[in-house]
């Protein structure tokens, strides 16, 4: 299959880490992309990893993939209120850069 | 990062009618994207803008609904022609960093159909 799948929702507490996950189905994936999506607003684009690398920190952000696994996670440190919105995982399967979305995860951080 | 300036910003429309969104780019790209995200949806790609012939559908999606045009490599049109409500969404517009890494979107224009 082609899906690229995510867990719907995460409710966390301010300052606590935010861990989200993503899955998916090709292996020969180029790069894997996190998008942030807040209400009203287009895609910011977060941070990305190219394929053959396991781990990409980026400030509070830390993203890690297991290509065996065709798993992919987010993770936030000392979430802020600020970064309540959708996260979106997505994929890049050639030279191209068509991405394949998944579902979106909506991320509450809670005062 | 890539500058992506999207026209309108939003729009109400009548169904029947036909509205055309504007992409303008800060800087040459070879390809331009155009996704779809339905309400509470995740993306779908329509197609992919190429400069100098036609543009690339994907599945599900055709060119008399949503003629595109790419007259050059900073700016593209997609047209939602004899628009329903169905097609209510969020139309972005993408582009890839030349450099051949990131990929940047538009802000989005929303289509409210009635």
């Known amino acids: 299959g082609e899906d690229v799948e995510q867990s719907l929702f995460l409710s966390v507490r301010e300052g606590d880490s935010s861990v989200i996950n993503c899955t998916y189905t090709?292996?020969?994936?180029?790069?894997l992309y996190w998008y942030k999506q807040e209400p009203g607003a287009g895609l910011q684009l977060l941070t990305y990893i190219f394929s053959n690398m396991d781990m990409k920190q980026d400030q509070r952000l830390t993203v890690l993939l297991n290509k065996k696994d065709k798993h992919l996670s987010l993770r936030i440190a000392d979430t802020q209120t600020g970064d309540s919105a959708i996260y979106f995982c997505a994929e890049r399967r050639d030279s191209s850069y068509k991405l394949i979305f998944g579902s979106g995860t909506r991320l509450l951080v809670r005062p | 990062s890539a500058v992506i300036s999207q026209k309108p910003s939003r729009d109400i429309c009548q169904r029947g009618t036909s509205l055309t969104i504007q992409c303008q780019v800060d800087s040459q790209v070879t390809m331009m994207f155009w996704y779809r995200q339905q309400p509470g949806q995740s993306l779908t790609l329509i197609a992919t803008?190429?400069?100098?012939?036609?543009?690339?559908?994907e599945s599900g999606f055709v060119i008399d609904k949503f003629p595109i045009s790419r007259p050059n490599l900073t700016f593209s049109t997609l047209t939602v022609s004899n628009m329903s409500p169905e097609d209510s969404s969020i139309y972005l517009c993408s582009v890839g960093d030349p450099r051949g890494t990131e990929a940047f979107f538009g802000q989005g224009t929303r289509l409210t159909v009635v």
């Open positions: 803008a190429n400069q100098g012939s036609e543009a690339t559908y």
């Open positions: 090709d292996s020969s994936s180029t790069y």
